[in-house]
């Protein structure tokens, strides 16, 4: 998932976990759709600089290379606007994971006679809000490395570096972006670990295409039954 629209997603889950009843108000699909527009519309802003300053170099025929402007101030705003970007949306995550697990940690906190008076959620509420905890966490996870390094070398970018420390920052470098993806690929296993309607769901959509297929091949099976045997038919003399 889109570390923007899991930050959207979180911050939608707080509000409705949230002991207040006001907050819990603000969770709405009007409210989903607007924020999806706002932050279409800003990514959009950011990234019109892209088809502007990147160029495509070929190389040879069969090869082409993507690059961007080396001279200028632009390499210091893609450099600095990423690092930026990259740093509010890791502090979202940790910030909502936080204050998640404060709301959960609430409602458990909470007597039973005031659980219905203190939130109302349903019980998908609860699995979406176990799934999002649990993504966060794993993204937080798989981004801190990355996001270390990239303020390191932020801070050391006019340094000169000696061959070992270039082979060093290159390996912790591909490290750090090997477990970023290896992150981004857990939201199904997320979702299979923690969500049990997710798993019933699962299983019946898989039992549903074994059934057609089964189907499937039972009709075409009579099918074939149906037909005549032509060698087995007599020929008139």
């Given at each position: 998932?889109?570390?923007?629209?899991?930050?959207?997603?979180?911050?939608?889950?707080?509000?409705?976990?949230?002991?207040?009843?006001?907050?819990?108000?603000?969770?709405?699909?009007?409210?989903?759709?607007?924020?999806?527009?706002?932050?279409?519309?800003?990514?959009?802003?950011?990234?019109?600089?892209?088809?502007?300053?990147?160029?495509?170099?070929?190389?040879?025929?069969?090869?082409?290379?993507?690059?961007?402007?080396?001279?200028?101030?632009?390499?210091?705003?893609?450099?600095?606007?990423?690092?930026?970007?990259?740093?509010?949306?890791?502090?979202?995550?940790?910030?909502?994971?936080?204050?998640?697990?404060?709301?959960?940690?609430?409602?458990?906190?909470?007597?039973?006679?005031?659980?219905?008076?203190?939130?109302?959620?349903?019980?998908?509420?609860?699995?979406?809000?176990?799934?999002?905890?649990?993504?966060?966490?794993?993204?937080?996870?798989?981004?801190?490395?990355?996001?270390?390094?990239?303020?390191y070398k932020?801070?050391?970018?006019?340094?000169?570096?000696?061959?070992?420390?270039?082979?060093r920052?290159?390996?912790?470098?591909?490290?750090?972006?090997?477990v970023?993806?290896?992150?981004?690929?857990?939201?199904?296993?997320?979702?299979?670990?923690?969500?049990?309607?997710?798993?019933?769901?699962?299983?019946?959509?898989?039992?549903?295409?074994?059934?057609?297929?089964?189907?499937?091949?039972?009709?075409i099976?009579?099918?074939?039954?149906?037909?005549?045997?032509?060698?087995?038919?007599?020929?008139?003399k």
């Open positions: 998932m889109s570390p923007s629209i899991l930050v959207l997603a979180s911050i939608d889950r707080l509000l409705i976990s949230s002991a207040n009843v006001d907050i819990r108000l603000y969770s709405s699909s009007r409210l989903a759709y607007f924020s999806l527009s706002i932050t279409l519309v800003v990514w959009c802003i950011y990234y019109i600089h892209v088809p502007v300053k990147f160029d495509t170099y070929q190389m040879n025929p069969v090869i082409f290379l993507c690059i961007f402007e080396l001279t200028g101030p632009y390499p210091d705003f893609l450099h600095y606007s990423q690092l930026i970007i990259n740093v509010v949306l890791f502090l979202l995550m940790v910030v909502l994971s936080i204050y998640s697990w404060k709301n959960v940690c609430q409602m458990k906190l909470a007597p039973p006679e005031q659980r219905h008076v203190v939130r109302k959620m349903h019980k998908k509420d609860f699995q979406m809000l176990r799934c999002l905890f649990a993504m966060n966490v794993i993204h937080v996870i798989g981004d801190s490395l990355i996001m270390t390094y990239t303020i932020a801070s050391t970018r006019f340094e000169v570096l000696t061959a070992w420390e270039q082979n920052n290159d390996f912790i470098s591909n490290l750090g972006i090997f970023h993806l290896i992150a981004n690929c857990t939201d199904f296993y997320i979702y299979v670990i923690t969500s049990r309607s997710f798993r019933q769901e699962l299983k019946r959509s898989f039992w549903k295409i074994v059934s057609l297929k089964a189907v499937e091949a039972r009709h099976n009579n099918e074939q039954l149906e037909l005549p045997n032509v060698s087995a038919v007599s020929l008139p």
